[in-house]
Every structure is written in structure tokens, then in C-alpha cells.
């Protein structure tokens, strides 16, 4: 699929930009291609670019891969068995150092909003 081979590149090429307006970009773009691709490209190849961004320098990048971790778990049609402790396992103690009264409030309000659509996969 030729999706995969952009959302690869993408993630790659995000993974080492500094630039915050380019990682916004870059989640909303993999947003966009989540809708696209199956379930287990959401979650081994997008999930994890998203959690990495969660300890972002830029509190709108933070608040914005919650958001986008949010999506994208709720696109997830069938979780393998595998994956089925995703939320307690992978996405919770990520998030969990966001939810600290030191954390800026636009990723505080960020998580506020998506944390149930977080705690339903």
C-alpha cells in the first residue's frame, strides 16, 4: 500500500524536525492518513510517533498528539489480541506525566477533552 510507504517516510522525517509548526502539520497530515489505512498501521506505525510527541518541547505539540492519539485510537476498528492492553499498558503512562498541575494548561484542557475518547479503546 502506498500509504504505508508515506506514513513511513513521514514519521521518519518528523521524527528528527525541530520545528513545531512542522510537527503540527505533521500530526494533522497523519491524521488525515489515519482514516486511510487499516488498523494495525494506525497502531504500530502511528501510535507510537504520536506517544513520542507527547514529550515534545512546544506545549501546543504536546496538546495537539493527545488530540491526535485520541483520533486515531478511535478509528482502531478491531484490536488484536495483542495489542488489546494498548490504553493501561502504552497510551495511560504516557499520558500520565501531562496530567500533572506543572504541565502547561493547554495540554492539561488537551487532555481534559480526549481522555475519554482515550479511555474507551
Not at 507510537?48 to 512546544?58: G, R
Not at 476498528?77 to 502547561?104: C, G, M, Q, W
Request: charged letters at 20%.
Amino acid at each position: 500500500d502506498s500509504l504505508v510507504i508515506i506514513v513511513t517516510i513521514m514519521t521518519s522525517s518528523l521524527r528528527h524536525c525541530c520545528s513545531f509548526q512542522a510537527q503540527l502539520t505533521g500530526l494533522e497530515m497523519l491524521i488525515i492518513m489515519a482514516r486511510h489505512v487499516g488498523d494495525q498501521i494506525i497502531l504500530e506505525r502511528l501510535l507510537p510517533y504520536m506517544t513520542q510527541l507527547l514529550q515534545a518541547d512546544e506545549p501546543v505539540v504536546q496538546a495537539m498528539a493527545v488530540r491526535s492519539l485520541a483520533v486515531c485510537t478511535r478509528l482502531v476498528k478491531k484490536v488484536p489480541r495483542s495489542d488489546a492492553n494498548l490504553f493501561p499498558e502504552y497510551i495511560l503512562p504516557a499520558v500520565h506525566p501531562l496530567a500533572t498541575p506543572d504541565s502547561d494548561l493547554r495540554v492539561r484542557v488537551s487532555l481534559a477533552e480526549n481522555i475519554v475518547m482515550l479511555a474507551e479503546t
